[in-house]
């Protein structure tokens, strides 16, 4: 995983990294010459701080950043928190270059999250990139994850891993996102927060960190309700999350990790129309109150992590974990539709059990380091579907219509090695060798409905070469190359475009080809730089086939290729004061032209796809500049930017939702006082209120393709923590 370096070799100091925010207060300077005279002042009495080297662990052996040959970002929890309203991940990705995060504005399809291309297309949930919390995998063996539980209270940092190196982790292909709870306190410490906002926006959090002994702890909780911007989109979800560590001797470490998601409440406004969303960009298509569309979700999970190192040279670690996740969704299919004795009904009840270990060895000399290790994941899913209507009454579980049981297993082993010839010279090399079976009984079985009981394997071997050489000190260029796979997952498996029952299992896996070169540089002070061009290309890439009220199937088509360049820079213009620019282009097309659907059920695709076509849910061009003034007490301000260029909606490209672009400011202001400190913030985004697509659902065959963003929104909050 993208993991912390081994507690056996401790870990590089990083100061945490405060978040800057947006390009106006960058150009007001300027216009004033540069800088204020009180800014002048600073700079000439404080020399700037160069930063601890910043390690990663993109290869699963620490390394710093910028000598890794792979495009990696890691973002600090302060930096997550800093402004935030530390409810969705996505608030704090915008600086990732190559990374698109929209946040739907609506709890029960989760964040919408795609890299380099890969994973828009996903209806609900994160597809075609890898996600991990402490080591855990939150992608199931099928491909399919989610970031729902992610409690960022707590978080100490996230990384994100891009290209050709994602392939590494299996069964994914754009990219691998983990995310790493905080080290405990030293000396320990306690906190809470509120913070309160637009369209009844609420969260409480505390959270409690430090060390008693050989033990260090980390704990955090919160709990998030809103009414929701749009009607009929109020959500409330409860988080909990806790990471005990023991030191059981010198050479022995075991970590405990454990976290909850209670969701009960989290309705679905569905997408609008082009005509809906310019009468109203708050309202739903009746069908979300008719059939009362809504989502309650469970999951509660554990993990145990044990390092041991033999001796100086060879270090053992071993991971398993387990977990439950119960899913009951309520759609809004249409009475008339599940009067088809073969239609599943317009209910979903799933039911998932899931564990996995992962069995690492390290071996470690001068110059030179070999991992080797095997995974193992499997997943249990009892999925039931019943009528979403009794009578005439509508939004409510009526009839049995779907039973069975799906099972997804796989297993992994992969060998990986690093060596370095020289101080210039950094070369990285793995292989990964994947199996992923499918299997489904059915127990549904009348005399309308057949026994649809099956199986399916997908198989792949991925290699990844990696070269890293300095060209100075500071300066890096890097080449990479390698070869990943991605399976259908069980919800892209779980409907045929025909209408009959059972398993899509004419779906196949599809397969691509990465290569990426790149160059990092250290900027003056404790600045970065980066830059990377990538080119992908797919075959059988995996698209969706029809969507229509909330469930979508899938189908292959031909060859794609995804081309792109993405740069970033973060430097400091004071010691308080600090820039951060990123910006991707993308150019993500079909170089075979297909058949789709434009209706459900499709018994056969008849609408023809261009070659040439973008693959829709993807922009072209995407920019992010922050700046922002924060001392470590006193006031702080910051400013934000974004922007994004037009996004088409379907396969098809015959409509799209406009580029936009997109302003944030904060205030706030840190107290201390001994012991204590208090920190209260003002956030207003949308300072324009411009209206816009907060997001696209792909594909949709009512034509409502569209999410709208709020328009102007404020956010104020307070957090008061205590040192012992």
């Known amino acids: ?71 990696v970002t890691r973002i600090d929890g302060d930096a997550l928190r800093a402004g935030r309203a530390q409810v969705n991940l996505s608030e704090s990705l915008g600086e990732v270059p190559g990374l698109l995060a929209r946040d739907r504005q609506n709890y029960a399809q989760d964040v919408q999250i795609s890299v380099r291309g890969f994973g828009a297309r996903a209806s609900f949930g994160i597809r075609g990139v890898r996600v991990y919390v402490d080591d855990i995998p939150a992608t199931l063996p099928d491909g399919q994850g989610q970031v729902t539980h992610m409690e960022l209270g707590s978080a100490g940092r996230v990384e994100v891993l891009r290209g050709p190196f994602s392939a590494l982790y299996g069964n994914a292909s754009g990219g691998v996102i983990s995310l790493y709870t905080e080290e405990p306190a030293r000396p320990p410490r306690v906190s809470t927060s509120v913070a309160v906002g637009s369209d009844g926006l609420r969260r409480v959090a505390a959270t409690a960190s430090g060390t008693a002994g050989g033990l260090g702890y980390t704990l955090g909780a919160s709990r998030f309700t809103t009414d929701g911007y749009r009607e009929h989109s109020a959500a409330d979800r409860r988080l909990a999350n806790a990471r005990l560590a023991w030191q059981l001797g010198e050479r022995t470490r075991l970590t405990l990790v454990a976290n909850s998601l209670d969701l009960p409440e989290a309705q679905d406004p569905l997408g609008l129309s082009r005509t809906q969303w310019a009468a109203n960009p708050r309202g739903v298509d009746p069908a979300a109150l008719s059939f009362d569309t809504r989502k309650t979700l469970q999951q509660t999970q554990g993990g145990l992590v044990l390092e041991h190192g033999i001796d100086a040279a060879h270090s053992l670690r071993v991971m398993v974990y387990q977990g439950h996740r119960a899913t009951t969704q309520f759609q809004a299919i249409p009475v008339a539709t599940q009067a088809n004795a073969l239609h599943p009904g317009g209910v979903i009840d799933l039911a998932r059990d899931y564990e996995g270990a992962d069995l690492r060895w390290r071996w470690q000399q001068p110059g030179f380091t070999l991992v080797a290790g095997i995974a193992a994941d499997g997943l249990r899913e009892r999925r039931l579907g019943y009528q979403n209507f009794v009578g005439s009454a509508l939004g409510v579980q009526g009839a049995l219509r779907r039973d069975e049981t799906n099972r997804v297993n796989s297993a992994d082993p992969y060998l990986q090695a690093e060596w370095r010839p020289s101080a210039h010279w950094l070369v990285t090399a793995g292989l990964r060798r994947s199996r992923v079976s499918f299997s489904s009984t059915d127990a549904y079985i009348t005399a309308t409905n057949p026994d649809d009981s099956g199986r399916a394997r997908y198989a792949a071997t991925s290699p990844v070469l990696g070269v890293s050489h300095a060209l100075a000190p500071g300066l890096r260029v890097y080449a990479t190359a390698g070869r990943g796979f991605e399976t259908p997952t069980l919800n892209e498996l779980a409907y045929r475009p025909s209408g009959a029952t059972g398993l899509n299992f004419a779906l196949q896996s599809a397969t691509s080809r990465s290569l990426e070169v790149g160059l990092k540089a250290q900027l003056p002070g404790s600045g970065e730089a980066t830059l990377a ?192």
């Not at 393709?705 to 956010?715: H, I, K, M, S, V």
């Open 1 to 71: 995983m993208l993991r912390p370096p081994s507690p056996l070799t401790p870990p590089v100091p990083v100061p945490p990294r405060r978040r800057p925010a947006s390009p106006l207060t960058l150009a007001c300077l300027a216009l004033l010459g540069g800088a204020t005279p009180g800014l002048a002042s600073a700079q000439a009495t404080a020399p700037t701080q160069r930063l601890e080297t910043v390690v990663v662990s993109a290869t699963r052996s620490e390394a710093a950043a910028l000598a890794v040959p792979a495009a």
């Open 533 to 724: 061009v990538f080119d992908t290309r797919t075959a059988r890439e995996i698209v969706t086939q029809t969507n229509l009220g909330g469930r979508a199937t899938f189908q292959n088509a031909g060859a794609t290729q995804r081309r792109g360049l993405e740069a970033s820079a973060r430097w400091p213009l004071a010691p308080t004061l600090q820039a951060l620019l990123s910006a991707t282009w993308l150019d993500a097309r079909y170089r075979d032209g297909f058949l789709t659907c434009t209706a459900t059920p499709c018994a056969t695709a008849a609408s023809a796809v261009a070659a040439g076509n973008r693959l829709p849910g993807l922009a072209r061009s995407a920019g992010y500049a922050a700046l922002q003034w924060q001392p470590a007490v006193g006031w702080q301000l910051g400013l934000e930017g974004r922007a994004l260029s037009r996004v088409w909606v379907n396969d098809l490209n015959t409509d799209a939702a406009a580029g936009h672009a997109t302003l944030a400011a904060t205030a706030g202001y840190t107290l201390t006082r001994g012991a204590w400190t208090l920190e209260t913030l003002l956030r207003v985004d949308n300072l324009t209120d411009r209206r816009y697509a907060g997001s696209v659902i792909v594909n949709d065959g009512n034509g409502r393709f569209f999410e709208p963003a709020p328009g102007r929104t404020w956010l104020a909050s307070a957090s008061l923590s205590h040192r012992f």
